[in-house]
């Protein structure tokens, strides 16, 4: 699978867009982007994928760059209960491929 | 829909004893479950994935005698941390996929803190 590339750390202020970019310049064309959030002490949780075309749902939207070596996940209005450390990660798609977690970015929600 | 379960949230135990932590999909299907450990400020770390029917396949580094797994149902799978000691304490999260969905979803435990004295 495709390594990935994040910030390690991010703040963003409480009501604001949080914008969370992950590089993954070796992505091949079958391959999907994943996000996955955990906060403290808690298992993951699930947020969006996709595969080239933007993506959004109840919790975030998902903006692939048309090379998609690139993408950012968008925490519309951040609350405070979307600190957390938040995983990009690239699978291919079928055959129960393994999720490999890398350091992930911090996200902290300032007040 | 989608929830995954596990029992025991926390369990403390004594060096030497063996201890089980069981993984449900509550409410899907799930052929496929994986089990992962965390330590403290480091990610997760794939231990190994838990087929239906089969036997586990373990992850490189990863002793199958000392974890066992088993997946009897579409719905359970089961890790027992046989011969604890307390470099075993950790935070373990199972995952599962829903069979039903054709993408990659895997949905997580609430993960279940082992201290082993």
């Known amino acids: 699978d495709a390594k990935t590339t994040q910030p390690p750390s991010m703040d963003c202020a409480e009501g604001r867009a949080a914008n969370l970019p992950c590089n993954h310049s070796?992505?091949?064309?079958?391959?999907?982007v994943y996000w996955y959030r955990q906060i403290h002490s808690q298992g993951p949780q699930y947020i969006i994928h996709g595969l080239k075309n933007n993506e959004t749902n109840e919790m975030a939207s998902l903006i692939i760059t048309e090379d998609r070596k690139s993408s950012t996940l968008i925490l519309p209005h951040a609350t405070l209960r979307d600190t957390a450390v938040y995983y990009c990660i690239v699978i291919k798609d079928f055959g129960n491929e393994k999720l490999t977690f890398g350091t992930g970015t911090r996200l902290t929600i300032i007040p | 829909g989608a929830v995954v379960s596990q029992h025991p949230s926390w369990v403390i135990c004594k060096s030497g004893t063996s201890v089980k932590i069981e993984c449900r999909s509550l409410?899907?299907?799930?052929?496929?479950m994986f089990w992962y450990r965390q330590f403290p400020k480091q990610s997760l770390m794939l231990m190994a994935t838990?087929?239906?029917?089969?036997?586990?396949?373990?992850e490189q580094g990863v002793e199958k005698d000392k974890f066992l797994i088993n997946h009897a149902s579409l719905t359970l799978s089961t890790l027992t941390v046989t011969s604890a000691h307390p470099e075993d304490s950790s935070f373990y999260i199972c995952?599962?996929?829903?069979?039903?969905?054709?993408?990659?979803?895997?949905?997580f435990g609430p993960g279940t803190r082992l201290l082993v004295l």
């Open positions: 409410d899907f299907q799930a052929t496929t």
């Open positions: 838990s087929n239906e029917g089969s036997k586990a396949t373990y």
């Open positions: 070796t992505i091949s064309g079958n391959e999907y």
């Open positions: 995952s599962a996929r829903d069979q039903e969905q054709l993408q990659e979803t895997q949905y």
